[in-house]
């Protein structure tokens, strides 16, 4: 039979290894943003933002301009995520110190958000809207499954190391919990 005392440690870790979840999928989301536009959109060309859609070809100097505006908005959305993200972990991190962070929880996190940011680009961006496909020509829908694929890969490595570290318990394992050690509770007061 548990305490009240032990459950409430035990929430109050659990609240401590999850609260970098939040941040580290926004990170994911807005890095996972930012590769595929600095990638496919600007060092390969392969597509814009609205590339596909009806009369914004990025063949014609009018096309290009709007593909290029609206790739810009696309990096000022992924910058916000990012800076979110940023601000929630420096949050984070200085509510509950510096002591235990685990990057293996942090980096999981991340790769579930860059799994998240691929699957819904992929599906409303290449298959529903079909504003733009990864690579268009004779092999496009290889090109936008294997985007899929990709945040299908991201999100199952995601999954196996960011509950895995805070399932497994103790100091080392959870990311943003703070040692015993240095609770203010259950020691006596040095002055």
């Known amino acids: ?22 941040p580290a999928m926004l990170l994911g989301v807005g890095l996972g943003g930012f590769l595929d536009g600095i990638v496919l ?8 933002m609205v590339s596909a859609a009806e009369g ?18 696309f990096h000022l ?14 949050n984070r991190r200085q509510s509950v110190g510096a002591d235990a962070r685990s990057w293996r929880s942090a980096l999981g996190w991340a790769l ?23 690579r268009p020509g004779p092999h496009q829908l290889a090109y936008d499954l294997g985007f899929l694929a990709l945040g299908a890969s991201l999100l199952f490595v995601g999954g196996l190391l960011a509950p895995r570290s805070s399932r ?24």
């Open 112 to 134: 579930l958000g860059w799994g998240v940011f691929n699957l819904i680009e992929g599906v409303v961006n290449h298959h529903l809207l079909e504003i733009h496909h990864v």
């Open 1 to 22: 039979m548990t305490t009240t005392a032990e459950r409430s440690h035990s929430r109050a870790r659990r609240d401590h290894s999850d609260g970098i979840a939040v």
């Open 41 to 48: 959109h600007q060092i390969l060309q392969w597509h814009h």
């Open 56 to 73: 914004y070809a990025a063949t014609t100097v009018q096309g290009l301009e709007v593909n290029t505006r609206w790739d810009g908005v």
């Open 77 to 90: 959305v992924t910058y916000l995520f990012v800076l979110a993200g940023l601000i929630l972990l420096w």
């Open 168 to 191: 497994r318990g103790g100091r080392n394992s959870t990311n943003l919990e703070v040692p015993a050690r240095s609770r203010s509770f259950g020691r006596a007061d040095p002055g």
